[in-house]
């Protein structure tokens, strides 16, 4: 497993909005500076609840990655690939579906609530209720050691884990498991001895300190390679080989972006600002908000908290400015198209640099082909090493 490495994707189903850089790629932006990133367009996951019109998935996706691209993602510090030109995501999520129980997809939160919200469509389907297990899929198939997620996404962290965890225990036990285990130990070098007195504190007393303690030495580790490593993992806790790790959930806030209408930012709501919308438009939409119900005239004070643009300003002002809109606003000293134009503003600059880093790619095309084709054959690498594994595993060799 690598502790730093991170996997995150979208489904290609439309345009990206702030809602989308706010709560998600704004985030992804700053974490490719200190961790080895992924980020996957999920296109399989898309067919998901979107099977009966796929013409949306193919062209969105190029568009998707010009926002991500435009946003501050880069293909250099980061892997950015298509979910289905790495074979190895259907391959696990094959094998996983052979020992996981049905009860696990059936009690995921989200299957029932997704149910109830699309009842419009036809969602009895095996991809639908699998589609915690294709997640599971995208995360283990990377070993990877954080996944950011809302808190509403946790459940689905957790079945990724007893995935992993059922896995391991079934498969993980290799015939000469304990020789192999101790043979390893003997390369870790001086701190060989040290190791073993932790994992004995640890399974005599519990000691998670020496667990720890036990885990770090594996990591700091420059003798071992990766089967090794996976191995010690496991022993170190009287386990198999950890042939799958067991990843960590990394919470992210909440995205505070509201919509035009102060519900959430979604497509179904039509309340969007898109990731890159002209700046006429912008300022037509931000505009044309609905403001505190009491404003019926522009002599009316109003007040700030009953308005959905307050929750803009909220987003994007400074102190000094919501303290001016707060001021005007209950003594009607200002109107409510003076009080929109600063979010105008501030929308329009935040976007300004995303329409200038997009115009290479819109320019040049080509240019996205190359990035999403490295990106794959990277992601790939990686994949087909965890899939060696798990093949031999399986006794299907490699």
């Not at 919509?259 to 309340?271: A, F, T």
Request: include cysteine; aromatic fraction near 8%.
């Amino acid at each position: 497993m690598s502790a730093n490495r991170i996997l995150s994707g979208m489904r290609p189903t439309g345009s990206l909005h702030l809602g989308h850089y706010h709560g998600v790629i704004k985030n992804w932006v700053e974490l490719q500076h200190s961790h080895e990133c992924f980020f996957m367009v999920a296109d399989w996951h898309a067919l998901t609840t979107n099977f009966d019109d796929v013409s949306i998935i193919g062209k969105s996706i190029n568009e998707m990655v010009i926002d991500w691209l435009a946003s501050g993602v880069d293909p250099e510090k980061s892997t950015v690939f298509v979910q289905s030109k790495v074979p190895q995501h259907a391959e696990l999520h094959l094998a996983l579906s052979m020992v996981t129980p049905l009860g696990w997809l059936e009690r995921v939160p989200t299957y029932k609530d997704q149910m109830e919200k699309l009842s419009h469509k036809d969602l009895t389907t095996y991809g639908f209720l699998g589609y915690p297990l294709l997640q599971a899929a995208d995360i283990l198939v990377y070993k990877a050691g954080l996944v950011p997620v809302g808190e509403d996404q946790v459940p689905h962290i957790e079945l990724t884990r007893e995935v992993a965890r059922r896995f391991n225990h079934m498969f993980g036990r290799e015939p000469n498991f304990e020789e192999l285990a101790k043979a390893a130990v003997k390369k870790i070098g001086k701190a060989g001895k040290l190791f073993e007195q932790l994992r004995n504190r640890y399974l005599q007393d519990g000691e998670v300190e020496a667990l720890m303690q036990a885990r770090d030495i594996l990591a700091a580790s420059q003798n071992l390679g990766a089967a090794d490593r996976e191995r010690l993992y496991g022993w170190l806790e009287n386990k198999g080989k950890i042939i799958l790790p067991e990843c960590e959930a990394k919470l992210t806030a909440a995205s505070k972006m509201p919509g035009l209408d102060g519900q959430k930012m979604s497509k179904s709501y039509s309340n969007t600002i898109t990731m890159r919308e002209a700046p006429e438009t912008v300022s037509k939409k931000i505009r044309g908000m609905p403001t505190d119900p009491a404003r019926v005239r522009r002599t009316d004070p109003g007040t700030p908290s009953k308005c959905p643009v307050w929750q803009l300003h909220e987003v994007y002002s400074d102190g000094e400015t919501k303290e001016w809109v707060k001021a005007g606003c209950t003594t009607a000293g200002i109107g409510c198209l003076d009080c929109k134009q600063p979010v105008i503003d501030a929308v329009v600059r935040e976007q300004q640099p995303m329409f200038e880093r997009a115009e290479k790619y819109l320019s040049n095309p080509k240019l996205v082909s190359e990035i999403l084709a490295d990106g794959n054959a990277r992601a790939e690498r990686v994949a087909r090493e965890t899939m060696n594994d798990v093949r031999a595993a399986l006794g299907l060799g490699y």
